[in-house]
């Protein structure tokens, strides 16, 4: 069982940036690909981004490349979410994820833990 606690979120303006956090429980947690998704208000739960747990290859959703950042720290068994030139655009709830495997799903259907999500509101 894997129990997982975002937190960093926040109100911030366009150009600003964030970086969310996602702590595990579970002392597994570095044998799991790990994820980030979004929903905004009336819109489904869209990919963002995700590390594997074993070579640490990224994914990322176009909409973000080049401006967010996924990374780990299995030592403090901890994923996170570095948001830069932030826009309106990507506010949302943002949650994290974590699935086993050989390899990690780009869409909602598939991850197997998530967390409650965290608030990120870009002012224009």
């Known amino acids: 069982q894997v129990q997982l606690v975002e937190s960093g979120g926040g109100l911030v303006q366009a150009g600003g940036s964030l970086r969310l956090s996602c702590a595990a429980s579970g002392r597994t947690f570095s044998s799991y690909h790990k994820g980030w998704f979004r929903q905004a208000p009336g819109k489904g739960r869209e990919f963002v981004a995700a590390?594997?747990?074993?070579?640490?290859?990224?994914n990322y959703a176009d909409s973000v490349k080049g401006r967010f950042t996924i990374s780990r720290d299995n030592a403090k068994n901890t994923v996170y979410l570095q948001m830069n030139s932030l826009k309106p655009e990507d506010t949302a709830v943002y949650y994290c994820a974590a699935v086993r495997g050989w390899t990690f799903p780009v869409v909602e259907k598939g991850w197997e833990y998530w967390g409650q999500g965290t608030q990120v509101t870009v002012s224009s």
């Open positions: 590390i594997s747990w074993n070579d640490g290859s990224t």
